[in-house]
């Protein structure tokens, strides 16, 4: 059984910044890349960044130079440092990885999600 749970979402004005956490727990053996996505009303879920287990980012073109991803591989936890918020990015941000458990499988898994709202 594995778990991921995120925290750290919230209400701010455009502008602010705000971190998220994530924390994979359960039957772990190693953890490959992780990520955020995000999804807004009525949009389909996108990718905006993701971090490979030897540090390798990718961000999507609307987060470059404001969010920052990284991950503490001792903790098995990914972290969104959010900068310079703006009203666009208002959406529920789930956590993501790929994991190979201990009874040797290997699965995408998800977090449950923490809405991040920024007003104008």
């Known amino acids: 059984q594995v778990r991921l749970v995120e925290s750290g979402g919230g209400l701010v004005q455009a502008g602010e910044s705000l971190r998220l956490s994530c924390a994979a727990s359960?039957?772990?053996?190693?953890?490959?890349?992780m990520g955020w996505y995000r999804q807004a009303p009525g949009k389909q879920r996108e990718l905006v960044a993701t971090?490979?287990?030897?540090?390798?980012?990718n961000y999507a073109d609307s987060v470059k130079g404001r969010f920052t991803i990284s991950r503490d591989n001792a903790k098995n936890s990914v972290y969104l440092q959010m900068n310079s918020l703006k009203p666009e990015d208002t959406a529920v941000y789930y956590c993501?990885?790929?994991?190979?458990?201990?009874?040797?499988?290997?699965?995408?898994?998800w977090g449950q999600g923490t809405q991040v709202t920024v007003s104008s």
């Open positions: 993501n990885a790929r994991i190979l458990t201990a009874l040797g499988s290997i699965s995408d898994y």
């Open positions: 359960g039957s772990i053996f190693s953890i490959y890349a």
């Open positions: 971090i490979t287990s030897t540090g390798i980012t």
